[in-house]
């Protein structure tokens, strides 16, 4: 139902003047938030924007980059359908605890938005701390490096895998 003077096909968050209500921001339409786009972004952020804001101060993210990341965490926190596997994999949760744990570096309103993704997410799916990443298989970070099935031996503070024995120097092929 359209208020006077407001269009009914006009932006959820377009306000008319000629009444007082507040309209609260929606999430995005169609916002992408595969698995492969979250790991890009949680890779950009922790990084390349982390290192840079802490060196420059954030006053150095252009304006885009401030808009694609609160975009996405909008998108975040109103997404239904992330799965605790889903930051697994990503690790999107990690990039999000890091702007959050150091909202003097990163502006405000993105720290906001991870605050409140944060107490979404860990009412939802627990402590960040107890979700670790996938190691082995598809999207694993042990990805084409080994595999579960590979054997190993612990040799000191080291766990060596016997399949790359041949590329230890002899020194430390003696132990094994």
Known sequence: MAYAGESSVSSPLTLSTTHTHTTTATPPINPDLSRNRLKKISKWIRDELDLLVARE??????????????????????????????????????????????????????????????????????????????LYGRGGRLEGICSINEHSREVGDHVFNFHYWPFFPPQITTYL
Not at 67 to 85: D, G, K, P
Not at 88 to 99: E, L, M, P, S
Not at 106 to 130: H, Y
Request: proline share 4%; net charge negative.
């Open 57 to 134: 101060g954030p006053d150095v993210l252009r304006a885009d980059d401030v808009l694609t990341l609160h975009e996405t965490f909008i998108a975040l926190r109103y997404a239904q359908n992330i799965t605790v596997s889903d930051l697994r994999a990503t690790g999107i949760h990690k990039a999000v605890q890091d702007v959050a744990g150091v909202a003097t570096r990163w502006p405000g309103r993105l720290c906001d938005d991870c605050d409140k993704i944060i107490d979404i997410w860990t009412a939802k799916f627990g402590s960040f701390n107890d979700i670790h990443p996938f």
